[in-house]
């Protein structure tokens, strides 16, 4: 039989993760709509283009940690844009920009901080798609 102390501690721990399960994504306003972090990433997803998603990460930023999903929705965009067309040099100049963007906050504490680094990561994916597009012809949509 389980100790008083034990079973509390259990029936605790369960009620915590209980309530956080049926506690309802958070939501924000992007678009004049109530949104959730997944629906904008969607969204983001969903763009014509590398700069529409990019346009549409910036109007709905949180400047916290949820912006990591945000980024990385406008980096997956903008890089099919250019990555299959990198050559090995030009793949590892690409990992070395996102390496710095990685590092350059760093030390720093604070959720705007991941959010920062986010967003300068997908500022380089949007500065090689549009170089991209630019080298073939087209305009950055």
Do not use: W
């Amino acid at each position: 039989m389980p100790s008083k102390c034990c079973l509390a501690a259990s029936l605790a721990a369960v009620a915590i993760v209980l309530s956080v399960a049926a506690t309802p994504a958070r939501a924000m306003v992007c678009m004049d709509t109530s949104m959730t972090l997944d629906e904008v990433v969607d969204a983001i997803s969903t763009q014509k283009s590398c700069q529409s998603a990019m346009k549409l990460a910036q109007d709905c930023q949180l400047t916290a940690s949820g912006d990591v999903q945000l980024g990385a929705a406008v980096e997956k965009k903008c890089e099919a844009d250019f990555k299959p067309g990198l050559s090995a040099a030009q793949t590892q100049a690409y990992k070395g920009e996102m390496h710095a963007c990685d590092i350059k906050y760093r030390n720093k504490s604070g959720t705007m901080y991941i959010s920062f680094t986010a967003f300068c990561r997908a500022e380089v994916a949007q500065r090689y798609s549009q170089r991209a597009l630019k080298a073939a012809g087209q305009s950055a949509r």
